[in-house]
Nanobody
Framework: QVQLVESGGGLVQPGGSLRLSCVAS????????MGWYRQAPGKQRELVAW???????NYADSAKGRFTISRDYAKNAVYLQMNSLKPEDTAVYYC??????????????WGQGTQVTVSL
């Protein structure tokens, strides 16, 4: 069984920064793409950023220039550094991982979500 545990959310003022962390634990053979999604009230879940096993990255337009995704392969962890936060960044942020639990068995896993609120 695989579990993704997120941390680092909270309340921050506009222009501030937060760093989200997500650690995957359990029976993991390898991690492929890891990423962050977010869902604001009344809206669909949307991609924020992802990072491949080789370190390639992709960002939503709303995140480019402000957010940085990174990972620690040894810890099966992914991070999201968020700077210059705006009220429209307010959402529940979810970690997502595309994993191999054996050499041939693939699993997509989600974290429970962490709330990010950007407000005065």
């Amino acid at each position: 069984q695989v579990q993704l545990v997120e941390s680092g959310g909270g309340l921050v003022q506009p222009g501030g920064s937060l760093r989200l962390s997500c650690v995957a634990s359990g029976t993991i053979y390898a991690t492929n793409i890891m990423g962050w999604y977010r869902q604001a009230p009344g809206k669909q879940r949307e991609l924020v950023a992802w990072i491949t096993g080789g370190g390639g990255t992709n960002y939503a337009d709303s995140a480019k220039g402000r957010f940085t995704i990174s990972r620690d392969y040894a810890k099966n962890a992914v991070y999201l550094q968020m700077n210059s936060l705006k009220p429209e960044d307010t959402a529940v942020y979810y970690c997502n991982a595309d994993l191999l639990i054996t050499m041939s068995a693939r699993l997509e896993s989600w974290g429970q979500g962490t709330q990010v609120t950007v407000s005065l």
